[in-house]
Antibody, heavy 115, light 110 residues
Framework: QVQLVQSGAEVKKPGASVKVSCRAS????????INWVRQATGQGLEWMGW????????GYAQKFQGRVTMTRNTSISTVYMELNSLRSEDTAVYYC????????WGQGTLVTVSS | QSALTQPRSVSGSPGQSVTISCTGT?????????VSWYQHHPGKAPKLLIY???KRPSGVPDRFSGSKSGNTASLSISGLRAEDEADYYC??????????FGTGTKVTVL
């Protein structure tokens, strides 16, 4: 069965970086893009960007351009989302989701940014 | 890219039907037939209900249906059940390999 398993919760100070992982199983890893979506407390879902595990192409929402990097390691079927220059407004649950339809989601990773 | 506009909340009694609107622009909802809908129970991962405006993944009850007219997409839930109480989000492809979500709608089962 398709599964996306994310890394655990993180606590970071303002200005730091965070790297969240998403390990895929149950399907051919390189056949589907992975999207990253976040939800800040009390807010809605926000699309951050995508990565194509086959060719390493990626695309980011304009809001996160220059601050986010999405990478992958095909040998362990894992994608990563790194967000830099963290601020309090980045406190959120971050999700990975498969494909353009986002048909499978990871369990979410809480990133807390606090001094 | 601005979020798609959804009503903040809708409600209905068990067995009734509710419809959630999702208004975008001629550059996203109105241009592409790539609108999806997600059900999100707090503390859980979102679940895909509808994709490509009208298609339902296997396992999603036919009580959930999607449609689109112009720049507005809609999700209808018929035969409302207690377990349908959740937040619902639309999403659309917005061109240039980007996507946008809606503002979200809380569905309350009275």
């Amino acid at each position: 069965q398709v599964q996306l398993v994310q890394s655990g919760a993180e606590v970071k100070k303002p200005g730091a970086s965070v790297k969240v992982s998403c390990r895929a199983s149950g399907y051919t890893f390189t056949s589907y893009d992975i999207n990253w979506v976040r939800q800040a407390t009390g807010q809605g879902l926000e699309w951050m960007g995508w990565i194509n595990p086959h060719n390493d192409n990626s695309g980011y929402a304009q809001k996160f351009q220059g601050r986010v990097t999405m990478t992958r390691n095909t040998s362990i079927s894992t994608v990563y989302m790194e967000l830099n220059s963290l601020r309090s407004e980045d406190t959120a649950v971050y999700y990975c989701a498969r494909g353009p339809n986002k048909d499978y989601w990871g369990q979410g990773t809480l990133v807390t940014v606090s001094s | 890219q601005s979020a798609l506009t959804q009503p903040r909340s809708v409600s209905g009694s068990p067995g009734q039907s509710v419809t959630i609107s999702c208004t975008g622009t001629s550059s996203d909802v109105g241009y592409y037939n790539y609108v999806s809908w997600y059900q999100h129970h707090p503390g859980k991962a979102p679940k895909l209900l509808i994709y490509d405006v009208i298609k339902r993944p296997s396992g999603v009850p036919d009580r959930f249906s999607g449609s689109k007219s112009g720049n507005t997409a809609s999700l209808s839930i018929s035969g409302l059940r207690a377990e349908d109480e959740a937040d619902y989000y639309c999403s659309s492809y917005a061109g240039s390999y980007t996507y946008v979500f809606g503002t979200g709608t809380k569905v309350t089962v009275l």
